[in-house]
C-alpha cells in the first residue's frame, strides 16, 4: 500500500525555524519531493532528494533517511509570504504520491 | 516561457451533465498527469500519458471519468453524468522525459479546473 503521514497543521512565528517530517510507506520509491502550494494555487516545486542525506537550497532545507522512510523540510528565516501549504510527496514508479500537506501559519 | 494552462479555470454544473477539461502542457514535456485535489488533501492521482499513450490509470477513477491526449499535445479529461461527489480541483502537470537534460522527475502543475456539482 502507499502511506504518506505529515502534520497537518503547524504555527512558527516570524524569523524562527520550523521543521516539517514526513514518513512514507511505499512500494517503490524513486526520490522525495517538496512542494508549496498557496492557498487558491498550483504547487510548486521546492525540492527533491533520491540520496539519504540534506539537500540546501537558500532559506530551504530537505533531508532523507530512506531507511527510515523519513524526511523533513527545514524553513529558515521564516516570512510571512511562507504562510502556505507543504507537501510531501514520494515518486513511485513514474507518479507521484502526495501526502496531505501541512498547513503552515506563520505570525508576527 | 509558457507553463501549463488549463481551461476553464472555473466551471460549475448540474448533477448528471458532463463537463470537459482540458491541459496544455509545457512544449517539450511527453509526460503529462492529471490529478484531483479537495479541500485540505493533497493532490490524488487520476492517470498519466507518455505522449500520446495513457501507461497508468488509477483504480479510484470511475468509468465516469476519460482522458485523452490525442496527439501527444493537450490533453483533456471527460467526467460524463457528474456527482456531487465530483466537485473538486483537477490538476494537471507536466514533465520531462528521462534524458532529456538534468531530470528529476519534478512536476510542473497548471493552475487548475475548479469544478462544483450543484
Known amino acids: 500500500g502507499q502511506n504518506i503521514d505529515q502534520p497537518t497543521e503547524m504555527t512558527a512565528t516570524e524569523g524562527a525555524i520550523v521543521q516539517i517530517n514526513c514518513t512514507y510507506q511505499?512500494?517503490?520509491?524513486?526520490?522525495l519531493f517538496w512542494y508549496q502550494q498557496h492557498a487558491g494555487e498550483a504547487p510548486t516545486f521546492l525540492s527533491y532528494n533520491v540520496l539519504d542525506g540534506l539537500e540546501e537550497k537558500g532559506r530551504f532545507s530537505s533531508f532523507l533517511s530512506r531507511s527510515k522512510g523519513y524526511s523533513y523540510l527545514l524553513l529558515k528565516e521564516l516570512q510571512m509570504k511562507d504562510s502556505a501549504s507543504y507537501l510531501c510527496a514520494v515518486k513511485a514508479g513514474r507518479k507521484l504520491i502526495f501526502g496531505q500537506g501541512t498547513e503552515l501559519s506563520v505570525k508576527p | 516561457d509558457t507553463g501549463v494552462s488549463q481551461d476553464p479555470r472555473h466551471k460549475i454544473t448540474k448533477r448528471g451533465q458532463n463537463v470537459t477539461f482540458r491541459c496544455d502542457p509545457i512544449?517539450?514535456?511527453?509526460?503529462l498527469y492529471w490529478y484531483r485535489q479537495t479541500l485540505g488533501q493533497g493532490p490524488e492521482f487520476l492517470t498519466y500519458?507518455?505522449?500520446?499513450?495513457?501507461?497508468?490509470k488509477s483504480r479510484l477513477l470511475s468509468d465516469r471519468f476519460s482522458a485523452e491526449r490525442p496527439k501527444g499535445s493537450f490533453s483533456t479529461l471527460e467526467i460524463q453524468r457528474t456527482e456531487q461527489g465530483d466537485s473538486a480541483m483537477y490538476l494537471c502537470a507536466s514533465s520531462r522525459e528521462a534524458g532529456q537534460g538534468a531530470y528529476t522527475g519534478e512536476l510542473f502543475f497548471g493552475e487548475g479546473s475548479r469544478l462544483t456539482v450543484l
Open positions: 512544449s517539450e514535456h511527453n509526460r
Open positions: 511505499t512500494s517503490g520509491f524513486n526520490g
Open positions: 500519458f507518455q505522449n500520446e499513450a495513457q501507461l497508468e
